[in-house]
């Protein structure tokens, strides 16, 4: 099982929709995804910006996207607690409503529920704004799709699968390392395509991976029509864990010569 997951283009927020550098991001993504072998299923936000971003590819390849609410950005708000020492919260934030995810680095490292993937709603800042309700929608969501193609999240966290295929590059691994450089006789993947936004995306991650997004959300970027791309690891027959091979990928920007966009960061991007 192959998860592919694409950040949107450059974005007008105020409109919904891309940027004339977006349009041109969007132009050279549409290259690289048509040139893909197989694609199951491609799943788009309800949002402009990310109908805007799937609409070249799916032009071309004939595709039908399937669209899902919680696939909108994860931009739930919540409220600051009153009471909060004014070296870690400003005081003019106390109690002020904000984006679940958009912290300084004072109140973020503050408190360690944010750091535990299965407290991290739990803490007060989280608890003001139901955010464990919107999270829960989220990786239910993800979850059901899986289910779909015979991926079952089990009561540990990890996936049984239904239909496990044959995989000769573990039946007999290399000696010491378990690994080959080339695989062999791989079976086919089912490859799901979702086009959405980056706070979403890192929300399914770490459901995914057994992460907060916290870290995620806090500690990593991914530009617009970035390209992340996790993959079932399914060593023992019938059970399957997710592990990310890509994150972030922009060669189709790089190779078209167009810059990458720092939407959404608060540093430059690397130019090379």
């Not at 949002?47 to 696939?71: H, M, N, V």
């Not at 010491?176 to 079976?187: A, G, I, M, Q, T």
């Amino acid at each position: 099982m192959r998860l592919i997951f694409i950040r949107h283009g450059d974005p007008n927020y105020l409109t919904d929709n891309l940027t004339k550098k977006g349009k041109r991001e969007a132009a050279l993504l549409a290259e690289r995804v048509c040139k893909w072998k197989n694609i199951t299923q491609v799943y788009v936000s309800p949002l402009g910006r990310a109908k805007a971003t799937a609409k070249p590819f799916l032009s071309k390849l004939e595709l039908k996207a399937i669209t899902y609410d919680w696939l909108q950005e994860f931009y739930y708000r919540t409220k600051y607690p009153e009471n909060v020492p004014e070296d870690i919260l400003p005081k003019e934030l106390a109690g002020k409503e904000t984006m679940c995810w958009d912290l300084m680095p004072d109140y973020f490292i503050s408190d360690p529920f944010f750091f535990d993937k299965d407290k991290w709603t739990d803490s007060d800042f989280m608890k003001a704004g139901n955010i464990k309700e919107k999270y829960k929608m989220v990786c239910d969501g993800i979850d059901g799709i899986l289910a779909e193609y015979g991926y079952t999240r089990n009561d540990k966290n990890f996936y049984n699968v239904q239909n496990p295929k044959p995989n000769f590059n573990w039946d007999k691994p290399v000696p010491k390392y378990h690994l080959k450089s080339v695989k062999d006789d791989y079976p086919e993947e089912t490859t799901l395509v979702f086009v959405c936004h980056l706070g979403v995306i890192f929300a399914m991650i770490a459901h995914l991976t057994g992460l907060s997004p916290m870290q995620l959300w806090q500690g990593f970027y991914i530009a617009p029509t970035s390209i992340t791309i996790l993959n079932s690891e399914e060593r023992k027959p019938g059970q399957a864990w997710f592990r990310v091979e890509r994150l972030g990928d922009t060669n189709h920007l790089t190779n078209g010569g167009e810059p990458i966009s720092s939407s959404g960061y608060f540093a430059e991007v690397f130019r090379e």
